[in-house]
């Protein structure tokens, strides 16, 4: 959510986050992305992305899923309501701009 300045969300407004975020944005409300598509998405490594989901999770942005598939560890993320609500202002801050209403 922009501040009181009018600035971005400054934990979106970091490209790798915004990237995590654009990808689950994409999804439905209960979809989960797993961390190797996240991973091709963002072009992160995985320390780094893993950094990043930490950030967006302890922030209430998105909900992270740990299980076994294949009974291999899988890791999935999907938006929480605060995570979609705090995109959506990041994204009409950046309309706002351009001049995009």
């Known amino acids: 959510m922009a501040d009181d300045g009018g600035q971005p969300d400054p934990l979106i407004h970091q490209p790798v986050r915004l990237k995590i975020m654009s990808a689950l944005k994409s999804l439905n409300e209960r979809e989960m ?3 190797v598509k ?3 998405l963002s072009g992160a ?4 992305l893993g950094a990043h989901i ?3 999770e ?3 942005y998105i909900e992270v899923a740990k299980d076994f ?3 291999r560890p ?3 993320a999907k938006l929480t309501r605060a995570g979609r609500r705090a995109f959506e202002d990041y994204v009409a801050y950046l309309r706002s701009i ?3 209403a």
């Open 58 to 60: 302890s922030a209430g």
């Open 98 to 100: 351009i001049g995009e």
């Open 33 to 35: 992305l797993e961390f």
């Open 54 to 56: 930490t950030s967006l």
């Open 38 to 40: 996240l991973k091709q």
């Open 69 to 71: 598939h294949n009974n």
């Open 45 to 48: 490594t995985e320390g780094n």
């Open 74 to 76: 899988r890791t999935r």
